[in-house]
């Protein structure tokens, strides 16, 4: 019944298309700005470079690649890379579901953010060792003239880390006007939203670009959201009645209400004259470690948070010789988790138990592209990265010095027999990476073309890995694209992964001797995770105003890197750390295999009805996965964590100086790690749930705008499953929150 609703909702945009294209637009609409003012086959025939790093119009390029506009961005109301990805199918995106980054994200059953790259300008801005990140304000979705998201493997162009795909934010260069645009927002809960962009042109032919965002909000106080799940009688009481039984904090107070906020910024420059460019970008986040837990198993207090920020400073110089076009890239990135950044829940007493990590990367990029003729391309190059980093740390008793030698103390071993506690264990680690691809692209008629290509990179930390890529578009009929695709990928096991480390140890005699119920230590014998994908999408337009594509996909995975038993499997530590016995040690191994398949209808149009301009869309998208251990391929069960339908339905319109847009996310029953019973290999499911959000403006003689924004405006109370097995029934996600700003251009 569901779905025969969502495909009549699908197909009602097919007769609104049909019946406005009957129309003939007013000279009202005629001058409408460039906002919706062009058709769907226009606003599907942009030009991208991220598919094949070269420019190419988006129907010819040889992948599933979505672009979103400034423009978009802006009628959608966007405040944040995640909320761009949860309107896009196949994007599954779950908030206040991991304590350290916040919001996983998954694309087509690949659950986490380190699974795909994120670039700008094509130079990567996510961690440059791979940690993590939470995905909000931190990057600059506010400087984009669009941002290209391309699905599946990419690691036949971009090398590690491009499991699932790549989202590439493409920066509106500074032309030769001068350009100011200053943005403000607040809202409910305690949200707050600045910004600042100058672009600047100077007489030497030097222009530059000067950008900021901060943003903070308070959240929503979930004891008064969810009363029943959210008693705060642990904090008023400063007493934990724990799974793990009460637990009084020793050290620190307790503050009585709930805060947990997030707090996320970016600051941008960037130099360019000629064929040479340089920028500059530091972002940042603070999320709350006490996500996913009861307030009976952690501490909700400002002070108990994450904080991740990412540095990366790049140039780059583009020269031209006849057919040949040369780019030299020089990057550096540097991450660095705040120190004191902590942890304070059951695990470690209700005690803060503070974290660190590093890693950085320098990176030198040759690559040529050569023309040899209208039908034949050839995209090269070469890079070599070396990189640095120390791993997240264990619980510590106390920050680490950024001053001194990075050392420390584990959480709760000091004791009045031991005062200097236990010294905690660090793995610094250096590594390089040598990589070659090139890129074939031959049309050898106007309706047909083919790309084929390969990467190979050396790391010396788990060797060589090859990743081909083999693509076609056949355009048989003047308005119909057909696109298959194949391509591998590997994702390399980061040191946080490999050398993460977490646990405690307590005494019964005043710190003479230790004992441990639990760790989780480093294993450095990993192998990458590879994936093979194979792809097919027809593209059919209707008229110049209606879209209508089909995509299915098949993607293997291998090797995928689960936490097991140290006994029994890499017996690497013999029951003891650090000379103590320990009842159980856990590692992380390349455990699993995983098969994920599906597809995807999507329906566009672009219409007029009387002086309305209009851009709707519709998707219904399907998931299904299973997972086997890679020492028994029989013992296939359902993927966890992923939700098989989900239905997207959204309209953008324009009247004159007014602006509009309504979008609809209905995510089908969400499935659990938990089985229905011993003998099934069925998962148990818990309920969908339906979001709305909603954004408006008004522009005042075109360089003043007030807008608003409302988020899940039929006031849902839902949970987004974990990613990962807990006993806590999920993450519970935000009610209806509204927010009102102001954007100001000149």
């Known amino acids: 019944m569901m779905i025969r609703k969502l495909l009549a909702a699908t197909g ?67 405040r944040n890379l995640a909320e761009v990805l949860n309107d896009l199918p196949g994007f599954l995106v779950k908030d206040k579901s991991d304590p350290q980054f916040y919001n996983p994200v998954g694309l087509r059953g690949i659950s986490r953010q380190d699974y795909f790259t994120i670039l700008l300008d094509g130079v990567r801005i996510s961690s440059p060792t791979n940690e993590a990140l939470p995905i909000l304000e931190n990057y600059p979705i506010q400087l984009a003239k669009q941002i290209e998201v391309v699905y599946g493997p990419g690691s036949a162009l971009y090398g590690a880390d491009a499991m699932a795909g790549v989202i590439n934010i493409i920066t509106q260069r500074p032309g030769k006007e001068d350009e100011i645009t200053a943005a403000a927002m607040g809202g409910t809960q305690g949200y707050s ?219 709760n071993s000091v004791y009045d027999g031991n005062p200097a506690g236990i010294e905690a264990k660090f793995f610094p680690l250096v590594y390089t990476n040598v990589g070659s691809y090139l890129q074939v692209q031959y049309n050898p008629v106007r309706k047909i073309s083919f790309t084929v290509g390969g990467r190979y990179d050396y790391n010396s930390r788990f060797g060589a890995t090859v990743n081909p890529r083999i693509g076609s578009v056949f355009q048989p009929f003047q308005k119909t694209t057909i696109k298959a695709l194949y391509g591998t990928a590997y994702w390399a096991p980061s040191p946080m992964v490999t050398y993460e480390s977490f646990g405690s140890f307590y005494s019964t005699d005043s710190g003479a001797t230790y004992r441990s119920r639990h760790w989780h230590l480093p294993n450095p014998n990993l192998k990458p995770t590879t994936s093979q994908t194979v792809e097919v999408s027809i593209n059919q337009k209707i008229g110049k105003d209606l879209s209508v594509t089909l995509t299915g996909y098949s993607t293997k995975i291998k090797n995928i890197i689960q936490p097991v038993a140290d006994e029994g499997n890499t017996n690497l530590y013999g029951g003891r750390f650090l000379g103590w016995e320990v009842d159980y040690i856990e590692v992380p191994m390349n455990k699993s295999s995983q098969h994920n398949y599906g597809g995807n209808l999507s329906v566009n149009a672009t219409f007029t009805v009387g002086r309305t301009r209009f851009m709707a869309y519709s998707s219904l998208s399907y998931l299904e996965g299973e997972e086997s251990n890679l020492t028994s391929a029989a013992n296939d069960v359902e993927q966890p964590a992923i939700t098989p339908w989900q239905y997207r339905l959204g309209i953008d319109g324009k009247l004159k100086a007014f602006y509009f847009s309504a979008r609809l996310l209905q995510s089908g029953r969400q499935r659990m790690y938990q089985f229905r019973s011993q003998s099934e290999r069925k998962r148990e499911t818990t309920d969908g749930y339906s979001l709305v959000n909603i954004s408006a403006g008004y522009t005042y003689k075109s360089s003043v705008t007030i807008f608003m924004n409302v988020q899940n405006a039929l006031n849902q109370r839902y949970v987004a499953t974990l990613p990962r097995d807990l006993e806590w029934e999920g993450s519970f996600q935000n009610p209806l929150r509204a927010a009102i700003g102001v954007r100001a251009e000149f």
């Open 12 to 78: 009602c945009i097919f007769c609104l298309a049909s019946a406005a294209a009957q129309e003939s637009p007013s000279s009202d609409t005629l001058k409408l700005d460039k906002l919706l003012d062009l058709s769907f086959e226009d606003l599907v025939n942009v030009t991208v470079v991220t598919p094949t790093r070269n420019n190419q119009k988006q129907e010819q390029a040889p992948a599933t690649v979505l672009v979103i506009t400034k423009d978009l961005i802006k009628i959608r109301g966007y």
């Open 193 to 411: 939203n600045t910004s600042l962009i100058l672009n600047k042109s100077l007489k030497s032919g030097l222009r530059f670009c000067i950008a900021g965002l901060y943003s903070y909000d308070a959240q929503p106080d979930f004891s008064k959201t969810y009363p029943d799940h959210f008693r705060m009688d642990s904090h008023e009481t400063g007493v934990f009645n724990t799974t793990l039984g009460p637990m009084t904090p020793r050290n620190g107070t307790v503050e009585r209400g709930f805060e947990a906020p997030v707090k996320a910024y970016n600051v941008y420059a960037s130099l360019a004259k000629d064929g040479f460019t340089m920028t500059l970008l530091h972002h940042y986040t603070a999320v709350p470690t006490s996500t996913t837990l009861s307030p009976d198993d952690a501490v909700f207090n400002r002070d108990v948070f994450y904080g991740h920020g990412v540095t990366t400073a790049s140039a780059a110089y583009t020269a031209e010789a006849g057919k040949v076009k040369s780019v030299s890239t020089l990057t550096g990135s540097f991450y660095e988790v705040n120190p004191k950044s902590n942890f304070r829940n059951l695990y470690g007493g209700m005690e803060h138990g503070y974290k660190y990590s590093t890693g950085s990367m320098l990176k030198i990029e040759e690559q040529l592209i050569y023309s040899f003729s209208q039908t034949v391309g050839l995209t090269g190059g070469a890079t070599y990265e070396i990189f640095q980093s120390l791993p997240k740390t264990p619980e510590l008793q106390y920050p680490v010095s950024r001053t001194g030698a990075r050392s420390g103390v584990l959480l």
